[in-house]
C-alpha cells in the first residue's frame, strides 16, 4: 500500500518533478503510512545533504513595534503580544549576540529586523555589522531579512559581505490578504527577485498552520520552487496571545512530518530548514523530523524561546547526523558524543509518602 511512497521518491531521483496530486498523496498520508512518507523523503534528503544539518542562528537587531498587521506575527502593528521591543542594536551587540551562536555551532547568523523594510540608513548599518562580523569570523555564512527592499538595497547588502537574503512567501498567494492586508504577495514575490538578482542566496519560506487549506500549501511550496529559493524555511504557527491568531493549534506533530515531508519531495535539493514552532509542534517527532529536513535554528526564535541549544545539538547527534560545517560528531570538540547524566534516583511513588509520576 505504501510502496507508491517509494515509487515517488524513485520518479523524483531520477529527475521527475513531483505533481499537485503528489504532493497532496503525501500530505494526506494516514498514520499507517507516516514512517513510508518519511523513508521516501528521507532517501531524497540522505542523496542531497548526506548526513549533515544546517544550524543556524537568529539574531533580532531590532524587535517589535512594526506597522505592518501581519496576522501571525507577535511584533505587528496592535500586538498585545508581551514580547521583548526594542530598536536597533548597537553593533558590538549584535557581533557579540551573533558570536554566542557561532560557539554554539552555528555556521549561518541570520540577522533580521522587524519593519516593512530598510532605509537605505539601515542598510548601511546592517552592511557595517555584516562587515565586522566577518572581519572576526571569516567562514561565517550571513543571511539578512529586513523586509521589503527597494532598488539598489540588495546589491549593497550583498557588497557588504551577505550571503543571502531572506524573505518569506509565508503562505500561497491565494490566502495572503486573508493574513496580511498592508502589503501584497506580489511586494513579498519582488523582494525575493531583487535579492536572487542581485546575486544573493535567496531565502524563502512559509509558516503552516495560518488557516491554509491542503492546495494552498502545495501552493506555496510550488511557487518557492518556481520563485528558486535556495533555502525554504517551514515554520509552524507559534499562535501568540493578543495576536489575530491567537487560538489557532490546527497542527499535529504528524501533520507538520507530513508538511516537511511534502516540502522535501516537492523541492528535493533545496535546503528544508525547521524553523520557528519546531519543538512546540513536532514535540517527540523532533528527531524524525531531521530525517526528512537538513536544517534546523539553534536555541531562540526572534521572539520566543527554542529549547536549550545544547538539547539542538544533542538532537542532532543523537539522530545519527553531524552539524554541517563541524569537524566531528559534535559541534563544539568539547562536547561529548552523548551527555551523560547519572540517573535520577526515584524518590516519589512507591515507597515514599510523595505521589506517584502518574
Ligand atoms: S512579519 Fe515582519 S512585516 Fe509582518 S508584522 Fe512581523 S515584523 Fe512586521
Not at 35 to 43: E, F, G, I, W
Not at 148 to 164: M, T
Not at 178 to 194: C, E, P, Q
Not at 262 to 267: F, K, L, S, T, V
Request: proline content about 4%; glycine content about 8%.
Amino acid at each position: 500500500m505504501t510502496r507508491r511512497f517509494d515509487d515517488l521518491a524513485d520518479a523524483v531521483l531520477a529527475g521527475t518533478p513531483v505533481t499537485t496530486d503528489d504532493a497532496l498523496d503525501v500530505l494526506r498520508a494516514t498514520d499507517d503510512e507516516l514512517l513510508a512518507v518519511v523513508a521516501a523523503a528521507a532517501r531524497l534528503r540522505r542523496k542531497h545533504f548526506g548526513n549533515t544539518v544546517k544550524v543556524n542562528y537568529l539574531v533580532n537587531l531590532k524587535s517589535g513595534l512594526c506597522p505592518e498587521d501581519c496576522h501571525y506575527c507577535s511584533q505587528r502593528l496592535g500586538s498585545q503580544a508581551d514580547i521583548l521591543k526594542y530598536t536597533w542594536l548597537k553593533p558590538d551587540e549584535a557581533i557579540e549576540q551573533a558570536s554566542a551562536g557561532l560557539r554554539g555551532g552555528a555556521t549561518r547568523i541570520c540577522m533580521v529586523s522587524s519593519g516593512r523594510g530598510p532605509t537605505d540608513r539601515d542598510v548601511e548599518r546592517v552592511a557595517g555589522m555584516v562587515g565586522a562580523l566577518k572581519q572576526e569570523h571569516p567562514d561565517v555564512e550571513v543571511c539578512a531579512c529586513l523586509g521589503l527592499l527597494k532598488d539598489g538595497q540588495a546589491e549593497r547588502l550583498r557588497d557588504a559581505g551577505v550571503d543571502a537574503y531572506n524573505h518569506n512567501i509565508n503562505t500561497a498567494e491565494s490566502h495572503h490578504d486573508d493574513i496580511v492586508t498592508s502589503h501584497t504577495y506580489a511586494d513579498r514575490v519582488d523582494t525575493v527577485t531583487k535579492a536572487k538578482d542581485a546575486g544573493l542566496s535567496p531565502c524563502s519560506g512559509l509558516i503552516a498552520g495560518l488557516g491554509e487549506t491542503d492546495e494552498q500549501l502545495v501552493e506555496a511550496l510550488f511557487a518557492l520552487r518556481e520563485l528558486g529559493s535556495d533555502s525554504i524555511p517551514v515554520n509552524f504557527l507559534m499562535p501568540f496571545d493578543g495576536t489575530p491568531l491567537e487560538g489557532t493549534w490546527d497542527l499535529t506533530p504528524g501533520r507538520c512530518l507530513r508538511i516537511l515531508a511534502m516540502a522535501r519531495i516537492a523541492c528535493p535539493d533545496k535546503e528544508i530548514r525547521i524553523a520557528g514552532g519546531r519543538e512546540m509542534h513536532l514535540r517527540s517527532l523532533q528527531g524524525l523530523a531531521l530525517h526528512v529536513a537538513n536544517s534546523i535554528f539553534l536555541g531562540d526564535y526572534l521572539t520566543s524561546e527554542g529549547q536549550a541549544a545544547e538539547a539542538d545539538l544533542e538532537l542532532i547527534r543523537d539522530n545519527g547526523f553531524v552539524v554541517l560545517g563541524a569537524d566531528g560528531p559534535s559541534a563544539d570538540p568539547a562536547r561529548p558524543a552523548a551527555t551523560t547524566h547519572d540517573p535520577a534516583k526515584r524518590r516519589r511513588g512507591a515507597g515514599t509518602d510523595l505521589p506517584a509520576n502518574a
